[in-house]
């Protein structure tokens, strides 16, 4: 892995001032984006599954995600201090172990976005769904990428594909 890529602090296009910069690291604007994104927040509307819940309120996958990613910057914050003692040329990329922390903080944010109902069964139940029943109207819809997509549909992958799609149309916004 090209490392010194892959925790680059470089964007494809730099919108904020030098000074708007020393406060917030282009980490956490991804952070801030994925937050502000509409397939974030439809996380709200959708219950997280969970056997027997201890408390009475509705755990939402908005919650979950929220848990997962305060969990997953700490854990990134620690494995990331310990990479830069040990590999001190990592100290070069203009990185530090509180932007890594906020790349793993956003990777747990959007973790869920693209999942649908039921979570992998669910993705089974597409993958199945389009290549039994709907085979033919799909056919007659979609593209040969579209159709290999729902036929071994990954949650994963959709939410990029979603949270792409938004980032673009704001970016879009902006532009107007």
Known sequence: MEW?????????????????AAYRSEFDRDVDRIIFSHP????????QVVPLP???????RLTHSLEVSSVG??????????????YPELNK????PSDIGSA??????AHDIGNPPFGHSGELAISEIFKTSF??????????????DLRSFEG???????????????AQHADA
């Open 104 to 109: 793993v903080a956003a990777a747990c944010l």
């Open 93 to 96: 990329t203009g990185t530090n």
């Open 135 to 148: 085979a033919k109207l799909a056919e007659a819809e979609c593209t040969e990428a579209q159709l290999a």
């Open 73 to 86: 910057r700490s854990l990134g914050k620690r494995v990331a201090a310990t990479l830069f003692q040990r």
């Open 40 to 47: 974030f927040r439809r996380l709200q509307d959708k219950t």
């Open 156 to 170: 994963n992958a959709q939410g990029f594909r979603l949270l792409a799609g938004n980032l673009q149309k704001a």
């Open 4 to 20: 010194f890529n892959l925790i680059s602090p470089a964007r494809l296009s730099e919108s904020e001032t030098q000074s708007q």
């Open 54 to 60: 201890e408390h009475d309120f509705v755990h939402t």
